[in-house]
């Protein structure tokens, strides 16, 4: 891998852990991320990895901010998922005329945004803008948003079918209470509710692959792709789950004996086998991801425009990470035993964690189909891709 890791970011991660695991279990209880957490991560200036350093932010490298996010999963998974999806439509102003990025922005580039994708809402065409109306679902960080966009389907017989991007001004947007949910439930993902909200035209952008880049998002970042970043983000806390599981399990091994046996649970063959089998499949997971990364913003960095066939092997490297993330958690899962049963343990965490976020769309298991559609030279069946 050619890219060096900003290790400073790093540094500021671990600065900051302990606030962000002293706050986990009140995460949980509230369903939404505690407020010393989510000042904890802005008064770090984590929030800003995706802004363009003309506008305030550390505009940082897609495998700096990858391992970044697997890092601070090990303090609560809840407050890496902060480093995503808000990042991820702090990035799509990239996309908005200059007036709208400098709205959402300017003012603070920590600003926290949250989106819902699907259901695509409604869009009526009227004087300046839209009115924008509908339900959206698993809205992350919404509590905290100041815009909460979405996608939205023009309600317009002269553009039937067009999708826009729209930012939605947060007191326009009713949070529904939704969000009692199996694991992740820090993450605040409620669904969202919009009743004629108007939304100026430079609040929004065709979501469309062909792409116009505002003037302060001239940058290599922002060329990565949609894929590229969303390749970057969620299977990172993906990994970072695992890398959690296999420490902690281990950790249980070196000190548990099982019933019936007299052994201690890391003297046993099975045990050793399991730690073996995890370790195998979490390391050539990541490997495959961050080299895909890498390879792709050479790319990036040489000028060029990403292929197809990189878009394909984006999706593979991510939805590999995925996979053989729920794999290891639930191999560690069974290594626990009766230990892994209880609510409060680490390795019961990982487990109910990683069966939430292993539901994404973007990654879960039928991606590898959309993947062999695109290797054999067949249109994507996941319109996503070409973003």
Not at 35 to 48: I, N
Not at 158 to 177: F, K, S, T
Not at 345 to 354: A, G, H, S, V, Y
Not at 358 to 383: A, I, K, N, P
Request: with cysteine; glycine share 8%.
């Amino acid at each position: 891998m050619k890219t060096d890791i900003d290790t400073s970011l790093l540094e500021c991660v671990r600065k900051i852990g302990p606030a962000l695991k002293a706050n986990v279990e009140e995460g949980e209880r509230l369903h939404r991320l505690p407020e010393e957490s989510l000042d904890a991560l802005s008064s770090s200036g984590l929030l800003t990895m995706l802004t363009p350093k003309t506008m305030g932010g550390l505009e940082v490298d897609p495998i700096s901010w990858a391992t970044v996010i697997e890092e601070a999963v090990k303090f609560d998974p809840a407050a890496a998922w902060t480093l995503t999806n808000p990042l991820i439509w702090a990035f799509f102003c990239s996309r908005l005329p200059d007036q709208g990025a400098a709205e959402l922005l300017g003012d603070d580039p920590r600003a926290l945004f949250a989106a819902s994708i699907t259901p695509p809402m409604k869009a009526e065409p009227v004087e300046g803008g839209y009115r924008i109306s509908g339900d959206g679902r698993f809205a992350s960080n919404c509590h905290h948003a100041r815009f909460i966009a979405s996608a939205c389907v023009i309600d317009d017989a002269e553009n039937p079918g067009q999708v826009i991007w729209a930012y939605i001004a947060r007191e326009d947007v009713q949070i529904l209470d939704t969000w009692d949910v199996l694991g992740m439930r820090g993450t605040g993902s409620d669904d969202v509710r919009v009743d004629g909200a108007f939304v100026p035209t430079y609040r929004a952008f065709p979501f469309i692959p062909e792409i116009k880049y505002g003037s302060k998002f001239q940058g290599p970042l922002y060329r990565f792709s949609f894929l590229g970043i969303v390749a970057a983000a969620l299977p990172a806390v993906m990994l970072g789950i695992a890398r959690v599981a296999i420490d902690e399990a281990a950790e249980l091994a070196r000190g548990k004996t099982a019933t019936g046996s007299s052994l201690v649970l890391w003297m046993s063959p099975a045990a050793q086998s399991h730690i073996g089998q995890a370790e195998a499949a979490l390391r050539a997971a990541r490997a495959l991801m961050f080299q895909t990364l890498d390879d792709v913003w050479q790319w990036v960095l040489s000028g060029k425009d990403i292929t197809t066939a990189q878009r394909a092997d984006l999706l593979l490297a991510a939805t590999n990470a995925s996979e053989s993330s729920v794999r290891v958690v639930e191999r560690m899962h069974t290594l626990a035993g009766t230990t892994g049963i209880y609510s409060g343990n680490p390795i019961e965490r990982c487990f109910r964690d990683i069966q939430v976020v292993r539901q994404h769309r973007f990654y879960t298991e039928s991606r590898y189909e959309t993947f062999g559609r695109m290797y054999f030279g067949l249109e994507s069946d996941y319109g996503l891709v070409m973003l």
